[in-house]
């Protein structure tokens, strides 16, 4: 069965850093592209970034592009979301998900993945 479980949210003010890790279980990371969403109060989810199933390529949303940064650890089957230079637009639940068919997950939108964990607040605030 497949299971997405995120973990290290918080409180952090601006301009801090935080490290999201999403463990995953059920499947290797070699089989499916793995996302990570947000949903900021009010708003519908966004695709943040995605990592494809080799972890050669990346994708970000624009607006975190330069200070965010996904990673994959394949022996503990995880993948991060290192967050630095924080901001309040970036207060969101956070949310990792698997993509819903190998190869169809380039696009980083919501639709295209599936499994999500149960997700992880962030909260940007001095």
């Known amino acids: 069965q497949l299971q997405l479980v995120e973990s290290g949210g918080g409180l952090v003010q601006p301009g801090g850093s935080l490290k999201l890790s999403c463990a995953v279980s059920?499947?290797?990371?070699?089989?499916?592209?793995i996302g990570w969403f947000r949903q900021a109060p009010g708003k519908g989810y966004e695709g943040v970034s995605c990592i494809n199933n080799s972890g050669s390529s990346t994708i970000y949303a624009d607006s975190v592009k330069g200070r965010f940064t996904i990673l994959r650890d394949s022996a503990k089957n995880t993948v991060h979301l290192q967050m630095n230079n924080l901001k309040a637009e970036d207060t969101a639940v956070y949310y990792c998900?698997?993509?819903?068919?190998?190869?169809?997950?380039?696009?980083?939108?919501?639709?295209?993945?599936?499994?999500w964990g149960q997700g992880t607040q962030v909260t940007v605030s001095s």
């Open positions: 998900a698997a993509e819903k068919l190998p190869g169809h997950g380039s696009d980083c939108a919501p639709y295209q993945y599936d499994n």
């Open positions: 059920g499947f290797t990371l070699d089989y499916y592209a």
